[in-house]
């Protein structure tokens, strides 16, 4: 049975950063995608950065500018999420996710795509 566990939120001062991880059990063979997604209150979720089980295929939200990077920590069996210059755009409840995929989808993020979900961890960016 896949289960994932988000961690790492908290409170961050804007233009402070912030490393979320995703540890994925489960996915004992085979390939598969890890997503990282937020939904702020009042707001649809968003898609923000994709990343293959055979780390060849990353795909990031244009909204993001480069100030995310999603990255796979062998030592730890996570994926993460550096979060750099955080805005007072950025607090939401924040959500990995995993699905079959043999590749991020090079468009955006379907949900589609997901077929399992974290609980998610909260991040608040305040002064």
């Known amino acids: 049975q896949v289960q994932l566990v988000e961690s790492g939120g908290g409170l961050v001062q804007p233009g402070g950063s912030l490393s979320l991880s995703c540890a994925a059990s489960?996915?004992?063979?085979?390939?598969?995608?890890i997503g990282w997604f937020r939904q702020a209150p009042g707001k649809e979720r968003e898609g923000l950065a994709c990343?293959?089980?055979?780390?060849?295929?990353?795909y990031y939200a244009d909204s993001l500018k480069g100030r995310f990077i999603i990255s796979r920590d062998s030592a730890k069996n996570t994926v993460d999420l550096l979060m750099r210059n955080l805005k007072p755009e950025d607090p939401a409840v924040y959500y990995c996710?995993?699905?079959?995929?043999?590749?991020?989808?090079?468009?955006?993020?379907?949900?589609?795509?997901?077929?399992?979900w974290g609980q998610g961890t909260q991040v608040t960016v305040s002064s």
């Open positions: 489960g996915f004992d063979a085979g390939h598969y995608i």
């Open positions: 996710a995993a699905g079959r995929s043999f590749y991020c989808a090079g468009y955006g993020f379907p949900e589609s795509d997901y077929n399992y």
């Open positions: 990343l293959n089980s055979n780390e060849d295929s990353i």
